[in-house]
C-alpha cells in the first residue's frame, strides 16, 4: 500500500493506494456519528455491500444514484439533502463517495453545503477519477447553461484508492483514464511518459505494481500543481493539455460520443501536431506522442466532424482571449506551456 499526503492551503489529507483497501476502511475512515455511502447503480452491484460491511451497516445508510453524467443536476444534488435532512443527519455525519467522477463531484458538493459543511471521504472506482479527480477538491453539478458551473473547491477527509475495483471497470472507461496518464507525462515528467508509453499493455491488464505505481505518481504530480496553484490562476492551466480540443470534441458531440479521455486522447495528439506545426517539439517527440495514443486502440478518425462547429465550441471556453482560443502545448519534453492562437491556426 501507498500512502501519499496532500497538502493544500491549510488543509492536509492522506490517499492510500493499494489492493484490497476497500475491506480496511473499518481502519482508514473518519469518525463520524452515521454515514452515507452515495454510490450508483452500477458501482453498487460490485462493492456496495463490501463498503457497508467495511464501515459497519448500523451506522450506514445508502443512497444510489443513476449512472452517467445525467445525474450530475441541482435535482440530484436537493433530493440527496433531502433524504439526508429527513434522515437526521447532524454535523458530525460523513458522506462517502463510491463510485467515478460523477458520485465524487455530487457527494463533494452535498457535503460542502450540509449544515455548511460536513466531512466527506472518497472511494474513487475509475481509473479517471483515482488519477484526475480525487485530487484537487473540485465539486459542483452541470446545469443546462454548461457543465460544472455550479459547484465548490472542498477537500475530503481522505481518499482511499482500491486497485482491485478497476478489474470491473468496462475497458473504455480504463483507457479513458489512460488518457489523463499519458497526459500527465507530457506535461510534467519526460521519464514518466516513457515508462507510460513502455508499459501500456502491462497497464491495460492491470498489472499490480504498474498500476499502483502509476497511479500513485498521478496523485503526486496532480497535488503539486493543484498545490501552487489551488484556485486555477496560472499553473493549474497545464492540466488542460490536449482539453481544449478535447473539450470541444465532446461538445461537438453532445457529450453523447466520446468518453473524456478519448476526447482527451485525440486533443492531444491534435494539440502535438499543431506544436509540431510551431516548432514547440521535434519530429521524433511527435511520434512518441502518437504512437503512444494509437497504443490504447481508440480510433483516432475525426474526420467525420464539423470543422466549424468544433471551433465554434473551442472559441467558447472561459480561458480564451479576444476571440483567440487558449492551448497549452507541449514545448519541448515534459513541458507545456500556454499559448493564443486565432482559430486560423488551429489545423487537423
Ligand atoms: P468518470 O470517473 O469517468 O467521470 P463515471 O462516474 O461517469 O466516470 O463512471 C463511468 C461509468 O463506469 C459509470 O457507468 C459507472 O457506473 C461505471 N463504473 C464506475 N466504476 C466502476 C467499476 N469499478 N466497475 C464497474 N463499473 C464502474
Ligand atoms: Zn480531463
Not at 493549474?236 to 461538445?251: P, Q, S, V, Y
Not at 460520443?257 to 482527451?264: D, I, S
Not at 466532424?305 to 465550441?313: A, C, F, H, I, V
Amino acid at each position: 500500500m501507498e500512502r501519499l499526503q496532500i497538502n493544500l492551503g491549510e488543509r492536509s489529507y492522506p490517499i492510500y493506494i493499494g489492493e484490497g483497501l476497500f475491506s480496511r476502511l473499518q481502519e482508514i475512515k473518519p469518525t463520524g456519528d452515521r454515514y452515507l455511502l452515495l454510490t450508483d447503480q452500477n458501482v453498487d452491484v460490485y462493492y456496495g455491500d463490501l463498503v457497508m460491511t467495511a464501515i459497519g451497516r448500523e451506522k450506514c445508510h445508502k443512497y444510489i444514484i443513476a449512472p452517467g453524467e445525467s445525474s450530475k443536476t441541482m435535482e440530484t444534488v436537493i433530493q440527496i439533502l433531502s433524504y439526508m435532512l429527513d434522515c437526521q443527519f447532524t454535523r458530525k455525519s460523513v458522506i462517502i463517495a463510491l463510485g467515478g467522477g460523477v458520485v465524487g463531484d455530487i457527494a463533494g458538493f452535498c457535503a460542502s453545503i450540509y449544515m455548511r459543511g460536513i466531512h466527506w471521504i472518497q472511494l474513487p472506482t475509475t481509473l479517471l477519477a483515482q488519477v484526475d479527480s480525487s485530487v484537487g477538491g473540485k465539486t459542483g453539478v452541470n446545469m443546462p447553461q454548461g457543465k460544472n458551473v455550479i459547484g465548490s473547491f472542498y477537500q475530503p477527509q481522505v481518499v482511499v484508492i482500491d486497485t482491485d475495483v478497476l478489474k470491473t471497470l468496462p475497458r473504455r472507461e480504463l483507457i479513458s483514464g489512460i488518457g489523463e496518464v499519458i497526459k500527465y507525462g507530457i506535461i510534467c515528467d519526460y521519464n514518466f511518459f516513457s515508462y507510460i508509453h513502455n508499459h501500456l499493455p502491462s497497464l491495460l491488464t492491470l498489472e499490480k505494481d504498474i498500476l499502483e505505481k502509476v497511479i500513485y505518481r498521478c496523485c503526486k504530480m496532480k497535488a503539486e500543481v493543484v498545490a501552487a496553484d489551488e484556485r486555477e490562476g496560472g499553473l493549474r492551466k497545464i492540466l488542460n493539455f490536449g482539453h481544449t480540443f478535447g473539450h470541444g470534441l465532446e461538445a461537438a458531440a453532445n457529450y453523447e460520443y466520446y468518453t473524456h479521455g478519448e476526447a482527451v486522447l485525440i486533443g492531444m495528439m491534435v494539440e502535438s501536431k499543431i506544436a509540431l506545426g510551431m516548432d514547440w517539439i521535434d519530429e521524433t517527440y511527435y511520434k512518441e506522442i502518437t504512437e503512444a495514443i494509437e497504443k490504447t486502440g481508440i480510433s483516432l478518425d475525426i474526420s467525420h466532424m464539423d470543422r466549424e462547429l468544433l471551433l465554434e465550441k473551442m472559441l467558447r471556453d472561459k480561458k480564451n482571449q479576444e476571440n483567440k482560443i487558449s492551448f497549452i502545448l507541449p514545448k519541448g519534453k515534459g513541458k507545456v506551456q500556454e499559448v493564443l492562437l486565432p482559430k486560423e491556426a488551429v489545423v487537423w
